[in-house]
């Protein structure tokens, strides 16, 4: 099968095609990957000819916006990456004959519900990051292309900048840490959602559904369990509540996504916490090839 994927330079962009060349999911997958060097999303010509240089049977982006705060003071250039991007890729796909598969995020919602989030209930962002990652999954549908659209939340791995890697960093260098107690999520390793991605594209799954390891936890416990899994001391981690942490753009206090769709189709990411410690302990040591 041949595979073009978008934003390839980008932490979930490597993984996927790390692990397409692993053959995950039993298929001889062929890669043409494209980072931001390479092809410019945000150019309807520019990705034509790109799908027609690779004549992809699937097209998987993972090109975006990803800087929540900055969203908010740059919506028009995270609408460019995040909604008018998945609309181009959308319509090339479908003029070449390609399905799209396309990552979004938890927060298209707004974190009231008492429970983790279902693929069908109501969607209500809370900020410009959420509302343009919201209109990039509605100009998918509204394009007609065969699609899969994956929402996912909290991710780290290798070559990218996140959450685990910059709490180690802190801790190593001896800081004292505080971190919020009351947003509630799944940490997830783009290592795992990269097979988990490429099964459901072998399996031809199609609509939306939520890809996130199982569990889940707060940013303070996961920071606790990163320290701990990295032999430092968690005492170094100080839980505060969301009001002690101001940033520009408002998170959803309750993110977990309810993975339940995916698994049905035979689709399962291992939990939070024995993921974190294959990062910790092997990945991010440089002992997983």
Partial sequence: MRILVTGASGMLGREIAR???RLAGGVDWRVAAFGRAD?????PEEVRRALSIASPDVVIN???YTDVDGAEMAEETARHVNAEAPMWLGRAC????????????DYVFDGAAGRPYREDDPVAPLGAYGRTKLAGE???????????I???????????RNFVDTILAGAEAGETLRVVNDQHGAPTYVRDLAVASLVAVAKGLRGIYHAANAGSC???DAARSALQLANLDPKQVEPIPTAAFPRAARRPANGILDTSRLAQAGITLRP?????????RKDRSGTVL
Avoid: K, M, N
Avoid at 272 to 280: C, K, M, R, T, V
């Fill in 19 to 21: 692990a397409a060349r």
């Fill in 39 to 43: 092809l410019d999303v945000t150019d």
């Fill in 62 to 64: 993972c090109a975006g």
């Fill in 94 to 105: 479908l003029q070449a004959g390609a399905t799209l598969v396309h990552f979004s995020t």
């Fill in 138 to 148: 509605e100009a998918i549908r509204a394009s007609g292309v065969p699609h899969l």
């Fill in 150 to 160: 994956l929402r996912t939340q909290w991710l780290y791995g290798r070559g990218g």
């Fill in 218 to 220: 707060t940013w303070y």
């Fill in 272 to 280: 939070w916490e024995e993921a974190l410690e294959a990062y910790i």
